[in-house]
């Protein structure tokens, strides 16, 4: 068995805002997991940095509930021995004080281990809000001028065009484009991972993915809750910029783009920008979206009953986007991302359908699909045709199945969280947002949110909760190529995904 890659000795790792929601949910339990598979090496030392006037001990019983232990017997020594690793420093955000207090605790960790080139890494846990003043401060309190410092920060990389170049504009100054991290963690999920390796390893698939050999696509992000009492926050953002205009369009850009020269960060990022800039302007005419009314029982509340929803709102809780990429590999082609809360089901996959088979023999036969569900239960599978048992020769559709659950039992498959920090440990920027990547999209989705959000912007058809959105999705797929399975008796259900619900 080859030994784990460590990382550099004496790192030293900050979270910011580390009394918050985000960091003892996913930041913490992050390093936590890769301390407990051995990929953090013992000499870390993580500081959290927040407002909040809290003792170790306290910010201690914060994250423990969220941690996950895997195989490990001895959870308290590992929870000790993690613990151990990490210190806690309160202070305020704008100004000098807590911040040298920081400062204080960095040098003298590394006084006493002898760094004469230090390893910094800085977690935004942050509001964007905030991202400035903290910026700015470690850039004069905390940078490490004769090592490295680098720094993740967390989306939303504005909220539109305008306001994430401004934000770009004043990161810039402090720090170059290779000290900054921009995280979308959607890109640390491991078969949105897998995509590069299943297309382009795969030369049965990689000689199909293309116009000659699919007709449509879908990227479906699926959510069976509403906001329950976070209306005030999502008002604000809405569905698109939520989901679509970063997760779901990195999804879409590794789904899409051509083969990169070599798995080198910038080689992968520069095939992503090229895809969306072939990328033509999204369609106001050509959309769908929707607002989450009570459920047709009338037990679960709508979009509107949330008391931190201003009244009236015109808030977009569903949406159903078309994309048209204007080059050889996909013209004439539909991308279809939908996205929606308050659903029939939680779930987030993708869905590309084979042309139909040529008339003669067969007739309205079946569509192949290969669908990759992201989330959860993570699985890739074919959907084929093939001869029902017995005499007959009729057909049925069937699948070629690969569960992770079932086939890689035993592997650890780290959280997106987990595979992402390692990444920016090692300074490997291939899963992270690219400042020219991040124009590019805001240019693409800005305008459809300036026409939605305008005075005359159109009113959302009301659905109701717990339901498959509006009602006029299934027209809406059929418009754009994609080819419903009528009769679903017709399909023998996979024992390991039940669940292929369109």
């Known amino acids: 068995m080859s030994a784990i890659p460590k990382f550099d000795k004496n790192t030293v790792v900050v979270v910011f805002g580390a ?24 000499s870390t030392k993580i500081i959290g940095y927040a407002r909040s006037h809290l003792t170790k001990a306290e910010l201690q019983s914060r994250i423990t509930p969220h941690l996950k232990f895997n195989n490990v017997k001895d959870h308290e020594k590992i929870t000790q021995d993690f613990f151990n690793l990490i210190t806690y420093v309160s202070g305020n955000y704008d100004t000098d ?40 401060q470690i850039r004069k309190l905390l940078y490490a001028d004769n090592g490295i410092t680098r720094i993740i920060v967390e989306k939303p990389f504005g909220r539109d065009l305008e306001t994430a170049r401004e934000l770009q504009n004043d990161l810039s100054p402090l720090f170059n484009e290779e000290e900054i991290y921009r995280i979308d963690h959607y890109l640390g999920k491991e078969l949105v991972k897998n995509l590069i390796v299943l297309r382009f390893g795969n030369q049965f698939l990689n000689s199909a993915w293309n116009k000659d050999n699919i007709q449509s696509i879908q990227i479906s992000f699926k959510e069976p809750f509403g906001t329950e009492g976070r209306g005030g926050y999502f008002d604000s953002i809405g569905i698109i910029r939520d989901v679509m205009q970063n997760h779901l369009l990195q999804v879409l850009t590794l789904l899409t783009m051509e083969r990169p020269a070599s798995f080198d960060p910038e080689s992968v990022r520069d095939e992503k920008v090229n895809v969306l800039k072939a990328m033509e302007p999204i369609d106001v005419n050509d959309i769908l979206i929707g607002q989450y009314g009570k459920s047709e029982d009338g037990k679960k509340p709508s979009y509107l009953d949330d008391e931190t929803v201003k009244k009236g709102s015109k808030c977009i809780t569903f949406a159903a986007l078309a994309f048209h ?57 074919m959907k084929f045709n093939a001869k029902t048992p017995g005499l007959s020769n009729e057909s049925q559709v069937t699948d070629l199945d690969l569960t992770y659950a079932h086939r890689y039992q035993g592997f650890w498959v780290p959280e997106a969280y987990e595979a992402l920090i390692r990444d920016a440990l090692l300074g490997d920027h291939s899963n992270f947002v690219r400042d020219d990547e991040l124009d590019v999209s805001w240019s693409l989705f800005t305008p459809l949110l300036n026409y939605l959000e305008g005075p005359d912007g159109p009113q959302p058809e009301i659905y109701p909760y717990g339901t498959r959105g509006p009602k006029g999705l299934k027209e809406y797929l059929k418009k754009h190529n994609y080819n419903v399975l009528e009769n679903r008796s017709d399909y023998t259900w996979p024992i390991t995904t039940p669940d292929d619900k369109k």
């Open 19 to 42: 009394s918050g929601d985000l960091a003892k949910k996913k930041t913490f339990p992050a390093l936590f997991g890769l301390f407990r598979e051995g990929y953090l090496d013992p």
């Open 97 to 136: 004080e807590g911040y040298n207090k920081l400062r204080q605790e960095i040098e003298i960790f590394e006084s006493e281990r002898q760094i004469t080139q230090p390893h910094r890494l800085f977690y935004f846990a942050l509001p964007p809000s905030v991202f400035l003043s903290v910026a700015k």
């Open 325 to 381: 990429i204007n080059n050889d590999r996909w013209r004439g082609v539909p991308i279809i991302m939908r996205a929606g809360k308050a659903l029939n089901e939680g779930k987030v996959e993708i869905r590309l359908q084979y042309r139909d088979v040529p008339s003669g023999m067969f007739q309205n036969i079946p569509n192949n699909e290969l669908v990759i569900r992201v989330q959860p239960n993570e699985s890739v599978y």
